[in-house]
Nanobody, 120 residues
Framework: VQLQASGGGLVQAGGSLRLSCAAS????????MGWFRQRQGPGMERAFV??????????DYDDSVEGRFTISRDNAKNTVYLQMSRLQPEDTAVYFC????????????WGQGTLVTVSS
């Protein structure tokens, strides 16, 4: 299984970016897909950002990104996206996509991460 995240980069505060997560040997419509981020610095842990469920495409967001970020998927391209708008410096982090088999499972499949840097 491969989850290839891309789309990170440097953007000014208030700007937008779209991250992509292309899956191989995994069908994104058959898994819950999620985005997580890890800010840089000692002790920083990977934190939940957004997820989309396999069954109904239900979406869920961390409070810090609600209303600014949108997770979606394109089944034909087998790709999940994270549209990020009104970016702030505190959104600076490495963003990872992940997959889990269902609600009762943990996110066990992870991509390599893509760096998003938001300048003030």
């Amino acid at each position: 299984v491969q989850l290839q995240a891309s789309g990170g980069g440097l953007v000014q505060a208030g700007g937008s970016l779209r991250l992509s997560c292309a899956a191989s040997e995994l069908t994104v419509s058959k898994y819950d897909m999620g985005w997580f981020r890890q800010r840089q610095g000692p002790g920083m842990e990977r934190a939940f950002v957004a997820r989309i469920t396999k069954d109904f495409g239900t979406t869920d967001y961390d409070d810090s990104v609600e209303g600014r970020f949108t997770i979606s998927r394109d089944n034909a391209k087998n790709t999940v996206y994270l549209q990020m708008s009104r970016l702030q410096p505190e959104d600076t982090a490495v963003y990872f996509c992940a997959a889990r088999e269902g609600r009762s499972a943990s996110f066990g499949y992870w991509g390599q991460g893509t760096l998003v840097t938001v300048s003030s």
